[in-house]
């Protein structure tokens, strides 16, 4: 049987990183693909040449032409540019929707049965028009950000209680951006409620709220850190588990950024949301049970996200 086909659009940090992971796990052939000019072709040789002394078989290649992603199962963009210290994610908007418009008609034209993972920011804002540009139907679009959020909920709840991450389940909904909504009530180490598991061990309340704070300014903090570009390892890794789960048919729940109609009071719309991956696609969305507080935070959240979508079409009249 051949191989799968995993193809990168932004070769970048996070680009690059996919592409290693994705190697590394054989997950199949990969082609990334960057407008800039050698970059791809230059990083897709250096990959390659870790297959003797990883032990993995992948064709990697690198390319400026959206040909080269013909017939590709999976599809993971990064294309566009990252926050630098100072600017908000919805900073980068203009500049990303214009990129995910060229993305979304390379998509459509050469690769439109792909499971195509949105991870370019501001991610809730650009998945939606990743979808609307390409037309490929919604439960084909998702974006990540859940993933990578809820990881970094995990790691602080892991290090407060100093249990290992691999006990810890932690769950964000909402939008990627300062809005998102860490959910306590979903949240167990090795399936007891945190807010038990802090009675139990003496943690205060109050460094649960500190741990919620430090997750919504999680991108930020590192932004701040890198001075250069924001997160790269995390991100890739999250995006690669979202790949997992189609390729192997895994039916995943996962918090993802997936199209949601007529749960959560959101009808049409791209949020963060606990999500069934599997072959299909986003194969269903969960609706949990939520508290007022945690319903009130959601609804602000979707709103920023329909603020986002609103000067989309203000910027792309054909949204
Ligand atoms: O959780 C999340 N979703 C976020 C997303 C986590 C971290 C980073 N987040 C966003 O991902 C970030 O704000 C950026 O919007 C993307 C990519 O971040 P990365 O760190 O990989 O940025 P790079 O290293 O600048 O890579 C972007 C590449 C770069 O090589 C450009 O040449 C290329 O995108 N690029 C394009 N490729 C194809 N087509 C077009 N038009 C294009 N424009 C730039």
Same mark, same amino acid.
């Given at each position: 049987?051949?191989?799968?086909?995993?193809?990168?659009?932004?070769?970048?940090? #996070?680009?690059?990183?996919?592409?290693?992971?994705?190697?590394?796990?054989?997950?199949?052939?990969?082609?990334?693909?960057?407008?800039?000019?050698?970059?791809?072709?230059?990083?897709?040789?250096?990959?390659?040449?870790?297959?003797? =002394?990883?032990?993995?078989?992948?064709? #990697?290649?690198?390319?400026?032409? +959206? &040909?080269?992603?013909?017939?590709?199962?999976? #599809? #993971? =963009?990064? &294309?566009?540019?990252?926050?630098?210290?100072?600017?908000?994610?919805?900073?980068?908007?203009?500049?990303?929707?214009?990129?995910?418009?060229?993305?979304?008609?390379?998509?459509?034209?050469?690769?439109?049965?792909?499971?195509?993972?949105?991870?370019?920011?501001?991610?809730?804002?650009?998945?939606?028009?990743?979808?609307?540009?390409?037309?490929?139907?919604?439960?084909?679009?998702?974006?990540?950000?859940?993933?990578?959020?809820?990881?970094?909920?995990?790691?602080?709840?892991?290090?407060?209680?100093?249990?290992?991450?691999?006990?810890?389940?932690?769950?964000?909904?909402?939008?990627?951006?300062?809005?998102? =909504?860490?959910?306590?009530?979903?949240?167990?180490?090795?399936?007891?409620?945190?807010?038990?598991?802090?009675?139990?061990?003496? =943690?205060?309340?109050?460094?649960?709220?500190?741990?919620?704070?430090?997750?919504?300014?999680?991108?930020?903090?590192?932004?701040?850190?890198?001075?250069?570009?924001?997160?790269? +390892?995390?991100?890739?890794?999250?995006?690669?588990?979202?790949?997992?789960? +189609?390729?192997?048919?895994?039916?995943?729940?996962?918090?993802? &950024?997936?199209?949601?109609?007529?749960? +959560?009071?959101?009808?049409?719309?791209?949020?963060?949301?606990?999500?069934?991956?599997?072959?299909?696609?986003?194969?269903?969305?969960?609706?949990?049970?939520?508290?007022?507080?945690?319903?009130?935070?959601?609804?602000?959240?979707?709103?920023?996200?329909?603020?986002?979508?609103?000067?989309?079409?203000?910027?792309?009249?054909?949204?």
């Amino acid at each position: 049987m051949a191989r799968k086909k995993i193809a990168l659009i932004g070769a970048g940090m #996070i680009g690059g990183t996919l592409a290693h992971l994705a190697a590394k796990k054989e997950m199949g052939d990969i082609v990334l693909f960057d407008i800039a000019e050698g970059m791809p072709q230059g990083k897709a040789l250096d990959l390659s040449q870790c297959g003797p =002394v990883e032990g993995f078989d992948a064709s #990697i290649t690198g390319t400026n032409d +959206y &040909a080269d992603i013909a017939g590709a199962d999976v #599809i #993971i =963009v990064t &294309a566009g540019v990252p926050r630098k210290p100072g600017m908000s994610r919805d900073d980068l908007l203009g500049i990303n929707l214009s990129v995910m418009k060229a993305v979304g008609e390379g998509i459509k034209a050469h690769a439109p049965d792909a499971f195509v993972i949105c991870i370019t920011n501001p991610l809730d804002a650009m998945v939606w028009a990743l979808r609307e540009f390409s037309g490929l139907p919604a439960n084909k679009v998702v974006g990540m950000a859940g993933v990578l959020d809820s990881a970094r909920f995990a790691t602080f709840l892991a290090w407060e209680f100093g249990v290992s991450v691999k006990d810890v389940n932690a769950f964000v909904l909402g939008g990627h951006g300062d809005t998102m =909504v860490p959910v306590l009530s979903y949240s167990t180490i090795s399936g007891i409620p945190v807010h038990d598991l802090a009675k139990i061990k003496g =943690v205060d309340a109050s460094r649960l709220d500190d741990i919620v704070a430090r997750t919504r300014s999680g991108g930020g903090e590192i932004v701040g850190l890198l001075k250069t570009g924001s997160a790269y +390892y995390a991100p890739a890794t999250s995006a690669i588990a979202m790949a997992e789960a +189609y390729l192997g048919d895994q039916k995943r729940i996962l918090p993802c &950024a997936a199209y949601v109609e007529g749960k +959560y009071g959101v009808d049409g719309l791209y949020v963060g949301v606990p999500a069934v991956i599997g072959a299909n696609g986003i194969e269903d969305v969960v609706e949990i049970e939520l508290s007022d507080e945690e319903k009130a935070n959601l609804k602000v959240s979707v709103d920023a996200v329909e603020e986002l979508l609103v000067a989309c079409k203000g910027l792309e009249p054909s949204l």
